[in-house]
């Protein structure tokens, strides 16, 4: 069974850091491109970052540019999302994704204070 | 960056009926296009992928068409769980972005 797993999200006040992970089972993780995309309460999805499959290239739209960092572990089938800087604005429940067949069930981070 | 207009933002719908969700790209996307369904409980799954072809698994009601800037995806017959959200996606260029969605309710 294919499962895409995240875990670190939580409160956070603003201009602190998280890290999500989200660990993948089930197919054969490091043929597949990973993604981060989000969903503002409310709100419809918005892509945070790709990273390819050897995590040798990022993407990141201008949003979260310089504040946000993605990585991968293919040994450990896991990619990850640092979170650094954070604004009220990045609350949202975050997924990852391979924006295919496999997508996670997200995880909630809220900004505040 | 590439804005994807989709519409309508709300869809009222019967069981039975056919329905259009529009997408369309402030330019060409040249098909690099999928379509997405998300439920109320958030899962999120992928129906359509470079425009046309349909996910494994997916009902053959579902058909997605268009090309240059102007997309869409149909459901030829609407069944219960039909009624969801539903989102464009174009990956022809960096960023990568999403139409603002389109909520099929029950008429």
């Known amino acids: 069974e294919v499962q895409l797993v995240e875990t670190g999200g939580g409160l956070v006040q603003p201009g602190r850091s998280l890290k999500l992970s989200c660990v993948a089972s089930?197919?054969?993780?490091?043929?597949?491109?990973m993604y981060w995309i989000r969903q503002a309460p409310g709100k419809g999805l918005e892509w945070v970052s790709s990273?390819?499959?050897?995590?040798?290239?990022?993407y990141y739209p201008d949003s979260v540019k310089g504040r946000f960092t993605i990585s991968r572990d293919n040994a450990e089938n896991t990619v990850y999302l640092q979170m650094n800087s954070l604004r009220s604005e990045d609350t949202a429940t975050y997924y990852c994704a391979t924006l295919g067949d496999y997508w996670g069930q997200g995880v909630m981070v809220t900004v505040s204070s | 960056d590439i804005q994807l207009t989709q519409s309508p933002s709300t869809l009222p719908a019967s069981l039975g009926e056919r329905v259009t969700i529009s997408c369309r790209a402030s330019?060409?996307?040249?098909?690099?296009l999928n379509w997405y369904q998300q439920k109320p409980d958030g899962t999120v799954k992928r129906l359509i992928y470079?425009?046309?072809t349909l996910e494994s698994g997916v009902p053959s009601r579902f058909s997605g068409s268009g090309s240059g800037t102007d997309y869409s995806l149909s459901i030829s017959s609407l069944e219960s769980e039909d009624f969801a959200m539903y989102y464009c996606l174009q990956y022809a260029t960096y960023p990568l972005t999403f139409g603002s969605g389109t909520k099929l309710e029950i008429k």
């Open positions: 089930g197919f054969t993780f490091s043929s597949y491109w």
């Open positions: 470079s425009t046309s």
């Open positions: 330019q060409s996307i040249s098909n690099s």
């Open positions: 990273i390819n499959t050897d995590g040798g290239s990022t």
